[in-house]
């Protein structure tokens, strides 16, 4: 494809996505006729496709300046970067299988850009801030964090007293966690392994590492691709509700004997490792749905293979001798390094709730540390949704006020 036909075809996925993101077309007006980030540069370390640009636009249309790179080096997609790349006050870095190096040049770039505010996914950019550009940090107003595992970085950062600025746990807020987490990645990761393998699901032993809310979402999808789901957990709360889910629990040391395609989804490293995929059946598939390329331990899988082949686009099978072992995107983010990441109408919650914490930074003078996501903008982007969906809710009479609020009513 000509650089044109890249840019157009950016420009139609752009427009596919903001017309299902109805949430953050209404905070769009609102901030197109407020500006109230007028004077601002924001800037963002984020996966670049579709929906993240309609969240880029949106700032933007809010007087700020947006500089944006990557948050994983196989989830960018070219023709919406390149698209960003053209509108007025945005600035995007980011390009598809760019190596280490080049991954973290591009966040050098958007920091030379001077943001006011910042918003991540992992972390990277603000890790980036505190270890090579801390003379920054003063000038810093606050910033936003998209995902899980960033959310686990900042808090272990806040408990060594290393986190110098305030950082708002957007994950954290009940219309990300509950809808994202849960529906988006459970929706995105079974697209990106379908659509990647091409196999049946159904009757297949599906082996899900991690109970947390993706987790859940995935096993609930292979559920209902009629697999045989089988959990591995380490908290006895999840891994109890796991099996009153319906699910087999077990170790997964014995559940690598008997799964047949494994989805990591813990946050956390070597989940699966030398031990696992010794003994593995034939022909197992491998994929990851947590953030960073550490669950999978892909340096032990290449040093047990007597052969590294790519038998489909984005499979590599490794030859360990008596097994061949699939891994889908490099052991990389499936639902976005495989597939198009998260549905727009989930994603427009998501980005809703950053839309407006960029905004409540802007507009409040925040301490160090990690931060809630404020329950008025939480309910609020829930109210906005279930009005686009045209659902009306009940509201407490006076007398159940009153009661609610009282004590003294009993027997």
């Known amino acids: 494809m000509t650089e044109k036909e890249l840019v157009e075809s950016g420009n139609m996925k752009m427009e596919w996505a903001r017309s299902h993101m109805p949430v953050l077309a209404i905070i769009r007006e609102k901030f197109e006729e407020e500006k109230p980030l007028k004077g601002l540069k924001v800037g963002m370390a984020l996966h670049v496709e579709a929906k993240t640009a309609v969240l880029v636009e949106t700032l933007a249309a809010g007087g700020a300046q ?30 598809y299988g760019c190596n280490t190096s080049e991954y973290y040049e591009a966040i050098d770039k958007v920091l030379d850009f001077e943001p006011d505010i910042t ?20 000038n810093i107003l606050g910033g936003c964090e998209e995902t899980t595992t960033g959310v686990h970085r900042l808090h272990a950062m806040e408990k060594d007293g290393a986190l110098k600025m305030p950082v708002i746990a957007v994950n954290d807020a009940m219309t990300k966690y509950l809808f994202d987490n849960r529906y988006g990645t459970g929706q995105s990761a079974w697209d990106g ?19 947390g809310w993706c987790g859940r979402g995935v096993a609930m999808r292979a559920t209902g691709l009629g697999a045989n789901v089988i959990v591995t957990e380490i908290d006895p709360i999840r891994a109890l509700e796991a099996r009153m889910d319906g699910h087999r629990v077990m170790r997964m040391a014995d559940a690598a004997k008997i799964g047949e395609i494994f989805v990591t989804a ?8 030398a031990e ?35 038998v489909r686009h984005n499979i590599k099978e490794y030859d360990i001798g008596n097994r061949r072992i699939n891994v889908i995107a490099e052991g990389r983010l499936v639902n976005l390094a495989a597939g198009d990441g998260h549905p727009a109408e989930v994603m427009d919650m998501s980005f809703a709730n950053q ?21 008025e903008l939480d309910t609020y982007v829930a109210t906005l949704k279930l009005e686009s969906m045209g659902i009306s809710t009940d509201k407490l009479t006076s007398k159940q006020e009153c009661y609610m609020n009282g004590w003294e009513c009993g027997t």
């Open 276 to 310: 696992h995929f010794k003994v593995m059946q034939d022909g197992a598939i491998l994929a990851n749905s947590g953030h960073f390329n550490v669950e999978i331990d892909m340096e032990a899988l290449a040093s047990l293979a007597k052969t590294v082949r790519t």
């Open 66 to 95: 947006v500089a944006i790179s990557g948050c994983n080096p196989l989830s960018t997609q070219d023709d919406v970067s390149m698209a960003l790349d053209t509108r007025k006050n945005i600035s995007c870095f980011a390009k």
């Open 119 to 138: 918003i991540d996914d992992g972390a990277d950019l603000i890790f980036k801030l505190h270890k090579e550009r801390t003379g920054m940090l003063p």
């Open 193 to 211: 392994i379908n659509r990647t393998t091409n196999l049946l699901v159904a009757g297949k032993n599906v082996v899900v590492a991690g109970y």
């Open 355 to 375: 839309a407006l914490c960029v905004r409540y930074i802007a507009e409040n003078n925040l301490l160090n540390g990690v931060h809630g996501v404020p329950k």
């Open 266 to 273: 813990t946050g956390n490293r070597d989940i699966l490792t």
